[in-house]
């Protein structure tokens, strides 16, 4: 058969997932070959990943815009930025959880969390919340006096 009589039998959602595969398989090479080549800083595989496409949710995305819209919906604890940056990361693994192997790597590169450690955020997140604490509030000592009386 050939190609415009296959093109014919595709609806025009299946020449869009197609394309969006195509966008996926060419982030993931270009990652891939960019990983290989000598030099490549962390920044410049964030801004291939950034670019590229991953399938999240039945649709294909930007993982820079996912990225994105997940920094911004953490709000909760964005006045202490390890807390902020804690709590941005796990919202990125909890999507890369539900992704793909190779998708899951594209946003972990794209958002910045490729090489981070949740266990090392959390203990900085903690220990910077606590010390934010201890700064407004000082060290309890006086709440404790103040308990006994």
Not at 8 to 19: A, C, I, M, S
Request: glycine residues 8%.
């Amino acid at each position: 058969m050939d190609d415009n009589k296959m093109q014919n039998l595709l609806t025009k959602e299946d020449r869009e997932w197609l394309h969006g595969l195509g966008l996926n398989l060419s982030t993931w090479r270009d990652l891939t070959c960019a990983k290989f080549k000598k030099g490549t800083t962390s920044g410049e595989l964030m801004s291939i990943a950034r670019d590229g496409c991953i399938y999240r949710d039945g649709a294909w995305v930007n993982p820079g815009d996912v990225a994105e819209e997940v920094s911004k919906s953490i709000t909760w604890n964005a006045q202490v930025f390890e807390a902020w940056n804690y709590g941005f990361a796990c919202k990125i693994h909890a999507i890369c959880a539900t992704l793909s192997s190779f998708d899951a790597d594209i946003l972990l590169i794209a958002s910045g969390f490729a090489k981070q450690d949740l266990s090392e955020l959390s203990r900085a997140s903690s220990e910077a919340v606590a010390e934010a604490y201890r700064d407004l509030y000082g060290e309890g000592e006086e709440d404790e006096e103040y308990c006994d009386e």
